[in-house]
């Protein structure tokens, strides 16, 4: 790590501040940090005494920021990033140490455990969604396998909401800003009844589209009818969630909370910002379709007008119901978490941006998940052992309906139409348990161990042409079920002499479950096994699970009069089987998954929190990443050294400010600001040099160059009307007009080298009015 020690001298610079914990919401009244209380690991602990690397983002702060969802929590954390997923504004790509998974398919596993109040969300499709009324986020890098389990092989991201009080009270809050945009959210806790206290919040979101749509600027080449939109990257959002508690006794409490999310609006823009050579658009190949002029339309810089063929939209409906019963006895508690989800997700997407009839896909997916938790937590031996020990239980139904279309009536052959359907049945169960045991006062040794069996199967129905004909129709049970197992350890050994300081040296292994590639359009391979169905390699094996072992050293500290809290955490982890989604857009748009690559990813991730005065608090966080494979087989060759890292930045930095500039009776005046930085990434594993005898993509055609985004926002607030206070802010964001593309699509040389780029929103202002009573 001779690199990423010798780039630590950059340290100094994160004690300028940054939005990586919440300090000012434990204590704003004192000029020490008070403590900052999670429930990372199943119970209410210190931040600073949890010896994993963790970060935590409270209620005041997502106010002051206005976040309601993932992807505005973008790079808060070191080596943490959040992105949307390309021509969608409802799917994440969650990166986590180097770790994520990109293709957003129905079958696939997200790399990063996301969760609600301890409610499993399983899929990337339609995890981006509003929560009106959050007490805070925390976010758990490394692998969390032993209490989080499946698919937390890089870390977890737990939202918890608010509780009802019991108390009658509420909040409403009105925002006005650049491109129309309207946001009206509010929360209502109504006084207890007998055992009963209830609380509903929601929150409605509009706002014009960013890119305009105008004429076709070569009316002469056009092929195809322009639909009748007049803008797309809109938003159109609702959310609302219901909460009812019941103390059903002295030791007894339920928790019921229902969920509901809609969208209906048009995604980003895919931007066209390069053809390939050598392909259908040039002319020097003799692949070349003169009636393709695609190279017209391409445009490397943000665009704000453009002319497409398709009417294309984004819509998501999301609902959920979970019931938590929690039993506090005398030495332990058991708590049961149940849970059903149910997802409707539709899309239609024009993927080359132009107004020729090149490239069109659509999906419509349906998925519900059940899920059982149950808990048992407690304390003996005089306290010096802790326990959590549990079972869990969950089942899902996913299925995704595909149409494609391709080349319109180019080319000799005309156009090309798929019909890509695939669906896939999950069950998995699992027993876990972790023992934190302090040896001696300063020492303490935590142990824990998860234990998984999964079973899947899967199903496929492709047709091609005009009209369709059936190549495959795979019902379930048409291959054998995929099964794993899976035992993942944890152990770590952490020092605390005093409660200032907290030094830990942690192990744990990591699982990302495997599968069925349901997209697949490997049909009637000869290497296929004998007995396969139809020769479908890619069905008939399913891909292997991804393993990691991770080893970490982390220092927690809290410095001159808890003024000042500087956390440090060094890892190393080694990753096996890595799953690997490589785009080939070959025949209809899919992609082909490899177990293809071992590596060894290790980092540095600092954090700072600090209180110099009365009135103001810093923040800081600053990370370094180096990632490299081990191996990488590639048509029997090692290619190790030659294809790219996807969603590995090599250095993060976030810093920021929040500061009261004055204070009286009739309320207080702050200022806050926030700086994020990501350095340049890829965004595929691509070969990193061309190969001439084998044409692939180029991961340096999909790079992002990386982006800074700078926040401002002024506030008047605790203004005092009665009972009510109210607060007056304007804000900006995006300040310095970043427009570096944050994802792209590269469709690869069975399309002609077609690239689509997706930029970040452009500077926009806004004016917001709250009230909470």
């Known amino acids: 790590m001779k690199n990423l020690f010798a780039s630590a001298a950059m340290l100094p610079v994160i004690l300028l501040g940054a939005p990586t914990a919440t300090a000012q919401d434990a204590d704003s009244e004192s000029i020490g940090i008070g403590d900052i209380v999670v429930t990372a690991q199943k119970r209410s602990e210190n931040i600073q005494d949890v010896p994993i690397a963790i970060s935590a983002i409270g209620s005041q702060f997502l106010e002051s920021r206005g976040i309601t969802s993932i992807d505005a929590l973008g790079t808060m954390a070191p080596n943490v990033k959040i992105e949307r997923a390309p021509s969608s504004k409802t799917i994440s790509q969650i990166a986590i140490r180097g770790s994520v998974t990109t293709n957003p398919a129905i079958t696939w596993e997200p790399a990063v455990g996301l969760y609600v109040d301890g409610v499993y969300i399983a899929k990337a499709q339609g995890s981006i969604f509003d929560v009106a009324d959050l007490e805070r986020v925390e976010v758990l890098r490394g692998p969390q396998g032993t209490l989080y389990g499946r698919n937390a092989l890089a870390g977890a991201v737990n939202l918890v909401t608010k509780k009802p009080s019991g108390e009658l009270g509420g909040s409403v809050d009105l925002s006005y800003g650049s491109y129309d945009q309207r946001r009206l959210s509010a929360t209502l806790d109504l006084p207890r009844?007998?055992?009963?206290?209830?609380?509903?919040?929601?929150?409605?979101?509009?706002?014009?589209?960013?890119?305009?749509?105008?004429?076709?600027?070569?009316?002469?080449?056009?092929?195809?009818?322009?639909?009748?939109?007049?803008?797309?990257?809109?938003?159109?959002?609702?959310?609302?969630?219901a909460q009812v508690r019941a103390e059903i006794s002295d030791v007894v409490t339920a928790d019921y909370t229902f969920d509901y999310n809609r969208t209906k609006q048009?995604?980003?823009?895919?931007?066209?910002?390069?053809?390939?050579?050598?392909?259908?658009?040039?002319?020097?190949?003799?692949?070349?379709?003169?009636?393709?002029?695609?190279?017209?339309?391409?445009?490397?810089?943000?665009?704000?007008?453009?002319?497409?063929?398709?009417?294309?939209?984004?819509?998501s409906r999301a609902y959920g119901h979970a019931l938590t019963l929690t039993a506090e006895l005398d030495t332990f508690t058991i708590k049961s978490i149940t849970a059903y989800r149910n997802l409707k997700w539709q899309d239609g997407i024009d993927l080359d941006g132009t107004p020729l009839d090149v490239a069109y896909t659509g999906r419509?997916?349906?998925?519900?998940?059940?899920?059982?938790?149950?808990?048992?937590?407690?304390k003996a031996f005089d306290n010096r052992l802790e326990y959590v020990a549990g079972a869990f239980y969950y089942q899902e139904k996913a299925e995704t309906?595909?149409?494609?279309?391709?080349?319109?009536?180019?080319?000799?052959?005309?156009?090309?139409?798929?019909?890509?359907?695939?669906?896939?049945?999950?069950?998995?169960?699992?027993?876990?348990?972790?023992?934190?045991?302090?040896?001696?006062?300063?020492?303490?040794?935590?142990?824990?161990?998860?234990?998984?069996?999964?079973?899947?199967?899967?199903?496929?129905?492709?047709?091609?042409?005009?009209?369709?004909?059936?190549?495959?129709?795979?019902?379930y049970g048409g291959v054998p079920d995929a099964k794993y197992n899976n035992f993942s350890p944890a152990a770590t050994l952490s020092w605390s002499p005093n409660q200032t300081l907290n030094v830990y040296a942690r192990y744990a292994r990591g699982f990302k479950s495997g599968g069925f590639n349901g997209e697949t359009n490997v049909f009637f391979d000869p290497a296929a096994p004998e007995g396969c169905a139809y020769g479908l390699t890619e069905l008939c094996l399913p891909y292997k699970p991804e393993m990691v072992d991770s080893y970490e050293f982390g220092v927690k500290t809290k410095l001159l009069g808890n003024r000042l809290i500087f956390n440090v955490a060094a890892f190393r982890d080694i990753h096996d089987d890595i799953q690997l989604s490589i785009f080939t857009a070959d025949g209809a748009a899919s992609s082909v998954v490899r177990n293809a690559a071992s590596a060894r990813i290790q980092g540095l991730e600092f954090e700072a929190i600090l209180r110099p005065v009365d009135g103001v608090t810093l923040n800081g966080s600053f990370s370094l990443l180096d990632a490299k494979y081990n191996s990488y087989e590639d048509g029997g060759v090692d290619v190790s050294d030659k294809r790219a890292f996807p969603h590995a930045p090599k250095r993060q930095l976030s810093l920021g400010a929040d500061w009261e500039i004055v204070r009286g009776d009739w309320g207080k005046v702050n200022l806050n600001g926030d700086l994020s930085h990501v350095s340049s990434y890829f965004t595929y594993p691509y070969a990193l040099e061309n190969d001439p005898a084998r044409p692939a993509q180029n991961a340096y055609d999909s790079r992002s160059k990386g982006r800074t985004i700078v926040n401002l926002r002024l506030a008047l607030s605790d203004v005092q009307v009665g009972d009510t206070t109210f607060e007056l802010a304007g804000f900006v964001r995006n300040l310095t007009k970043e427009d570096n593309a944050s994802n792209f699509i590269d469709m690869g040389p069975g399309f002609g080298g077609i690239l689509l780029a997706y930029y970040p929103d452009p500077r926009t202002w806004g004016v917001s009015l709250g009230a909470k009573f």
Request: glycine share 10%; charged share 25%.
């Open 266 to 315: 048009r995604p980003p823009l895919a931007q066209l910002v390069g053809v390939g050579s050598g392909g259908i658009f040039d002319p020097g190949s003799d692949a070349y379709i003169p009636e393709l002029p695609l190279d017209l339309y391409v445009r490397e810089d943000r665009q704000t007008e453009a002319s497409l063929d398709a009417a294309i939209f984004e819509r």
């Open 364 to 378: 419509d997916t349906r998925f519900d998940a059940f899920s059982q938790e149950l808990q048992v937590s407690g």
């Open 401 to 475: 309906l595909g149409e494609q279309r391709f080349f319109g009536a180019f080319g000799s052959q005309g156009g090309q139409f798929y019909q890509t359907d695939y669906g896939s049945h999950t069950k998995a169960i699992a027993l876990f348990g972790q023992l934190d045991y302090a040896l001696t006062d300063q020492f303490k040794l935590t142990l824990g161990a998860r234990y998984t069996h999964e079973k899947k199967d899967v199903r496929r129905f492709f047709a091609v042409g005009d009209p369709l004909q059936t190549v495959v129709d795979l019902p």
């Open 193 to 241: 009844s007998g055992i009963f206290s209830a609380k509903v919040s929601g929150q409605i979101v509009k706002r014009d589209g960013i890119v305009d749509m105008v004429d076709n600027p070569y009316p002469e080449v056009a092929l195809a009818e322009e639909p009748k939109v007049s803008q797309i990257d809109t938003i159109n959002s609702y959310s609302l969630m």
